[in-house]
């Protein structure tokens, strides 16, 4: 895990624990011995690429830091029905409180992982390479990307702040190509950052406004046609990064990457995505 996503992930463990277990995990609690040790396995019950151990093991050691952890498989991993990602030892009602926030976080991961393992295959052998968006639920978006990366795919921007992305609505509020990319440029010397670039062209007109304005580093082709985008790659000519983005499906993928792009940002991997299933389960302790 990337150093700058780990308090993200806290923080978004913190908050999943909060909302599940509240005043107290009741049934637990009145059932099971407080120091009563026990031992799951997570069981993979679906063919894809498992995302989401690493985080796991993080939630199980917040409820229970003196648990042990025996990973089986890794993370990106393909794996199939029967497979055993883990097992895990601890005291049991702490295993029982980790359950659902183990598995709502690991399916949705592996399920995003899986779908954009499928995309990237789709682009075997091209130099065009697939990215995630903004497209995530509002506070899991580091799980969304990292389970990408997972998948084989690329991430984009994580928010707004690590990024300069100029749509189309920027470029209409700030009066056009050239005034836009002007205004970033000295907004950056203004404040002493140097970040990446990018404007969103939704003509061929619009890439030369970019280049008479200059200091980009991608082009994002919005909505470009297929012939439109064979021309555009041609007129920008390795000047800059190429982006395609807006309305590529699985089935006109490979067609894009082979028109020249260095990008495709799919929303689908993330929006789009059916969950893996799996199970935690009880084991005998050994």
Same mark, same amino acid.
């Given at each position: 895990?990337?150093?700058?996503?780990?308090?993200?992930?806290?923080?978004?463990?913190?908050?999943?624990? #909060?909302?599940?277990?509240?005043?107290?995990?009741?049934?637990?609690?009145?059932?099971?011995?407080?120091?009563?040790?026990?031992?799951?396995?997570?069981?993979? #019950?679906? !063919?894809?690429?498992?995302?989401?151990? !690493?985080?796991?093991? /993080?939630? /199980?050691?917040? @409820?229970?830091?003196?648990?042990? +952890?025996?990973?089986?498989?890794?993370?990106?991993?393909?794996?199939? %029905?029967?497979?055993?990602?883990?097992?895990?030892?601890?005291?049991?009602?702490?295993?029982?409180?980790?359950?659902?926030?183990?598995?709502?976080?690991?399916?949705?991961?592996?399920?995003?992982?899986?779908? =954009?393992?499928?995309?990237?295959?789709?682009?075997?052998?091209?130099?065009?390479?697939?990215?995630?968006?903004?497209?995530?639920? %509002?506070?899991?978006?580091?799980?969304?990307?990292?389970?990408?990366?997972?998948?084989?795919? !690329?991430?984009?921007?994580?928010? @707004?702040?690590?990024?300069?992305?100029?749509?189309?609505?920027?470029? *209409? +509020?700030?009066?056009?190509?050239?005034?836009?990319?002007?205004?970033?440029?000295?907004?950056?010397?203004?404040?002493?950052?140097?970040? %990446?670039?990018?404007?969103? $062209?939704?003509?061929?007109? *619009?890439?030369?406004? $970019? +280049?008479?304005?200059?200091?980009?580093?991608?082009?994002? @082709?919005?909505?470009?046609?297929? %012939?439109? =985008?064979?021309?555009?790659?041609?007129?920008?000519?390795?000047?800059?990064?190429?982006?395609?983005?807006?309305?590529?499906?699985?089935?006109?993928?490979?067609?894009?990457?082979?028109?020249?792009? *260095?990008?495709?940002?799919?929303?689908?991997?993330?929006?789009?995505?059916?969950? @893996?299933?799996?199970?935690?389960?009880?084991?005998?302790?050994?």
């Amino acid at each position: 895990m990337k150093k700058e996503y780990l308090p993200y992930v806290e923080g978004l463990i913190e908050l999943a624990i #909060k909302e599940d277990i509240g005043d107290g995990d009741h049934t637990s609690l009145a059932s099971i011995p407080a120091e009563e040790r026990g031992r799951m396995k997570l069981l993979v #019950k679906q !063919e894809g690429i498992i995302a989401g151990i !690493e985080v796991a093991q /993080m939630v /199980m050691r917040r @409820l229970d830091p003196d648990v042990k +952890f025996e990973q089986k498989i890794e993370d990106g991993a393909r794996v199939k %029905p029967g497979d055993i990602a883990f097992y895990v030892e601890g005291r049991v009602i702490s295993l029982l409180q980790a359950e659902r926030i183990v598995l709502n976080i690991m399916q949705r991961m592996s399920g995003v992982a899986t779908q =954009t393992s499928v995309y990237v295959k789709e682009l075997e052998g091209l130099k065009a390479k697939v990215l995630d968006t903004r497209k995530t639920t %509002p506070g899991m978006r580091v799980l969304d990307k990292m389970a990408v990366k997972l998948g084989g795919g !690329e991430n984009h921007r994580m928010g @707004l702040f690590d990024m300069i992305l100029l749509k189309d609505n920027h470029i *209409d +509020f700030a009066g056009g190509i050239k005034p836009a990319i002007e205004k970033v440029r000295k907004y950056l010397a203004s404040k002493g950052k140097n970040l %990446p670039v990018e404007v969103e $062209v939704r003509s061929l007109k *619009d890439i030369e406004e $970019v +280049f008479e304005a200059g200091g980009v580093d991608r082009i994002m @082709l919005d909505n470009f046609s297929l %012939p439109l =985008t064979r021309e555009a790659v041609r007129r920008i000519n390795g000047r800059a990064e190429i982006e395609s983005s807006g309305g590529i499906t699985l089935d006109t993928l490979r067609e894009y990457g082979e028109a020249g792009v *260095d990008y495709i940002s799919v929303g689908a991997l993330t929006h789009q995505i059916k969950s @893996l299933d799996m199970s935690l389960k009880a084991v005998e302790v050994v």
